[in-house]
């Protein structure tokens, strides 16, 4: 997964953070790997950041649902918002 600006590059952890969330990898794991440790992505710094894939909390897509249904043109306001982004980490298999 690409990093953003304003997004913390991932970090590579042998043991999984307690409080991020596991999500699956990009690519899954072929016959025969075995898990070498975790990739994890902190939440981003910055007040404003580039819409990027990431993971969004629930308020964060409960904004961008409100924002459809009363004022479409701002729908993309949450998806720019730093505090609307949670950090996760996913399994690295070699």
Request: glycine share 8%; with cysteine; charged share 10%.
């Amino acid at each position: 997964m690409s990093c953003c600006g304003g997004f913390p590059p991932g970090r590579f952890s042998t043991v999984p953070a307690a409080h991020y969330p596991v999500v699956e990898p990009p690519l899954p794991p072929l016959p025969g790997e075995r898990l070498t440790g975790y990739m994890i992505y902190d939440p981003p710094r910055a007040w404003v950041v580039p819409p990027c894939e990431r993971n969004m909390t629930p308020l964060g897509w409960l904004q961008v649902i409100l924002a459809t249904l009363f004022f479409w043109p701002a729908a993309c306001v949450p998806c720019f918002c730093g505090c609307n982004y949670e950090g996760f980490q996913y399994p690295v298999y070699d």
